[in-house]
Nanobody
Framework: QLQLVESGGELVQPGGSLRLSCAAS????????IGWFRQAPGKEREWVSC????????NYADSMKGRFTISKDRAKNTVDVQMNSLKPEDTGVYSC?????????????????WGQGTQVTVSS
């Protein structure tokens, strides 16, 4: 069974850090670019970041640049996103998704696989 499973979401105070992980099973992430998306209550899904299949190229939404870092661990078949300097507006359900192409799809319309998501809450 091909699936992605996210982990690492929790309640954190503003200014804090979290590391989310996206684990793949049933397929290798070497063949897929992995994107992270988030959705806050009552808001549209928002693209966060993407890493290419090779891991050599990364992209970030403007509001995440300098605070988030995406990385791929081939041995573990995972993609992590390190999130620093978290703000209340970073609150949402974070989902990873795999696409057998490049990182150009920021709307998430063409991704092949999606995880169930992990909740991140930034609040004091």
């Amino acid at each position: 069974q091909l699936q992605l499973v996210e982990s690492g979401g929790e309640l954190v105070q503003p200014g804090g850090s979290l590391r989310l992980s996206c684990a793949a099973s049933g397929f290798t992430l070497d063949d897929y670019a992995i994107g992270w998306f988030r959705q806050a209550p009552g808001k549209e899904r928002e693209w966060v970041s993407c890493i290419s299949s090779s891991g050599g190229s990364t992209n970030y939404a403007d509001s995440m640049k300098g605070r988030f870092t995406i990385s791929k661990d081939r041995a573990k078949n995972t993609v992590d996103v390190q999130m620093n300097s978290l703000k209340p507006e970073d609150t949402g359900v974070y989902s990873c998704a795999g696409i057998g192409a490049g990182c150009g799809d920021v709307l998430g319309k063409h991704y092949d696989y999606w995880g169930q998501g992990t909740q991140v809450t930034v609040s004091s």
